[in-house]
C-alpha cells in the first residue's frame, strides 16, 4: 500500500471516532483523505480509489449538513452575541407544541410590545426550557433568537461560575447592559449549576449570583422589551423556586424526546448526501428508536453509515447504507434517556413537584 493511502486510512479512522463528538474535525479530516485518495486515483488510474475518495468527499459533506442541525456555538466563548443564526424553527425536528407555546408566550409579546400594553399585559419575565439531555434545548434556544430577529447570547452558568468567580455578577450586569441595546436572547443554560437551595450544597456563592441574576431579570421589563430571556435545565428539581416566580422564568416548557415522525426526520436529515439503500426501512428505524433522544438518534445514524465505510476502507466495493446496518448499530446503541426518567420522576414526587412538571410521567421509561 502506497503511504498516502496509508495516512488517508489513519485520518478516517481518527474521523468516525470524533465524528459524534466534534463533526467539524471530523470533516475536516474526511475531507484531507479524500484528496489524497483522489491523487492517488490519479496517479495509478485506480477507479477503487476514485469512489472512495468520491465517498469520502460526500461523507464530509453530509457532516457540512449536519451542522445544520448542531448548535455551531463554541463553548469557550460564550458570553458574545451571536449574530447571522443558522437553525430556525424548521429545521428543529418535531416539538410542535414547544415552538407554538414559545411563539404564544414570548416572541409575540417581544414582537409587539405595544399591543400587549394596550391589554394590559407585562412585558419582561422569561421562559424555562426543562427536559432531559439531547433533546433540542440548547436547538430551540438558537431558533427562538433566529425566530425573535434578534442576536443570541449562549451563557452557560457554569461557565460564569469557574471562569470569573468574584467577578460574575459583574459578568452578568454587562451582559445584560450589552444586550439591552439591541433585541437579544440572553440563553442562561445549565441553571441548576446555581445550586438551588434544596441542592444541600453550600450555596453561598450560587445564591449571591442568583439574586443578582434575578434582580437583573426584574429590571428587563423597563428596557424597553430589548431582551429575552430563555434558561435551561435537565433538573428542575433542584431550581431555586425563587426562578420561578411571575416576571422571572414563569413560563415552563417541558422539551422532551423526538415523536416517531420527528426521529424519521433527523434520521433523513443526517443521511442526506450519503449513498443510502433504496429500500431503507425508515419506519422500522423509527419504531425501534422508541425511547431514543434527538442526540441518541444522531449517533446511532453515525454508527451505522461507519459500517459501510469501514468496508469500504477495507477495499471492499462502495455501497449504501442499508436498514441491516441500522440493526446492527442498535444492537449496540440503546436511549440514553433511562436514568434521566427515573431520577426526574423520583426527585418530582419528593417535592411534590409532579404537577408542575407534569410531563415526565407520561413517558414510560
Ligand atoms: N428535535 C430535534 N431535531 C433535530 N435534531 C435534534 C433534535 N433534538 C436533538 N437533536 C440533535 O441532538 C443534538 C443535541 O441537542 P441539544 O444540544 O439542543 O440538546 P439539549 O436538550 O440542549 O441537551 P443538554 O441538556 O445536554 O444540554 C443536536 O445538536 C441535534 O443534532
Ligand atoms: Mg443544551
Not at 33 to 50: G, H, R, T, V
Not at 338 to 344: C, G, I, L, N, V
Request: proline share 4%; hydrophobic share 35%; charged share 25%.
Amino acid at each position: 500500500m502506497i503511504a498516502s493511502i496509508a495516512e488517508a486510512k489513519g485520518y478516517v479512522k481518527i474521523a468516525i471516532k470524533c465524528e459524534n463528538k466534534n463533526a467539524k474535525k471530523a470533516r475536516l479530516l474526511y475531507l484531507k483523505a479524500s484528496q489524497f485518495y483522489l491523487q492517488d486515483a490519479q496517479k495509478q488510474n485506480n477507479p477503487l480509489y476514485l469512489q472512495m475518495a468520491k465517498y469520502l468527499y460526500n461523507k464530509a459533506n453530509s457532516l457540512k449538513t449536519k451542522t445544520h442541525h448542531t448548535s455551531s456555538l463554541k463553548t469557550d466563548d460564550s458570553i458574545k452575541p451571536y449574530r447571522n443564526l443558522t437553525i430556525g424553527f424548521d429545521d428543529i425536528c418535531g416539538l410542535k407544541e414547544a415552538k407554538q407555546s414559545i411563539k404564544e408566550k414570548i416572541i409575540l409579546p417581544f414582537e409587539h410590545p405595544e399591543i400587549y400594553k394596550v391589554y394590559k399585559r407585562t412585558a419582561g419575565g422569561g421562559i424555562l426550557f426543562w427536559g432531559p439531555p439531547g433533546c433540542g434545548k440548547t436547538l430551540l434556544a438558537e431558533a427562538t433568537a433566529k425566530e425573535a430577529k434578534a442576536v443570541f447570547y449562549n451563557i452557560k452558568i457554569s461557565d460564569i461560575l469557574s471562569k470569573w468567580v468574584g467577578d460574575s455578577e459583574k459578568t452578568i450586569t454587562d451582559i445584560f447592559g450589552k444586550a439591552s441595546k439591541e433585541p437579544s436572547v440572553l440563553f442562561f443554560d445549565e441553571l441548576d449549576a446555581l445550586a438551588g437551595e434544596r441542592s444541600g450544597q453550600d450555596s453561598s456563592f450560587g445564591r449571591r449570583l442568583t439574586n443578582h441574576l434575578l434582580s437583573q431579570i426584574d429590571g428587563v421589563g423597563t428596557k424597553q422589551n430589548k431582551i429575552l430571556v430563555v434558561g435551561a435545565t435537565n433538573s428542575p428539581w433542584t431550581i431555586d423556586t425563587a426562578l420561578r416566580r411571575p416576571g422571572r422564568f414563569d413560563e415552563i416548557v417541558f422539551i422532551g424526546p423526538p415523536k416517531k415522525e420527528a426521529r424519521k426526520q433527523i434520521i433523513q436529515h443526517q443521511l442526506k448526501g450519503t449513498p443510502v439503500s433504496a429500500n431503507l426501512d425508515l419506519n422500522h428505524i423509527a419504531e425501534k428508536t422508541k425511547n431514543f433522544s434527538g442526540a441518541d438518534v444522531v449517533a446511532l445514524c453515525n454508527d451505522a453509515v461507519n459500517i459501510p465505510l469501514k468496508e469500504a476502507l477495507e477495499k471492499k466495493s462502495i455501497r449504501p447504507t442499508g436498514t441491516a446496518d441500522f440493526d446492527k448499530a442498535l444492537e449496540k446503541r440503546k436511549t440514553s434517556l433511562d436514568s434521566w426518567f427515573k431520577e426526574a420522576k423520583t426527585q418530582l414526587l419528593k417535592i411534590q413537584q409532579q404537577d408542575i412538571f407534569k410531563e415526565v410521567f407520561d413517558y414510560a421509561y
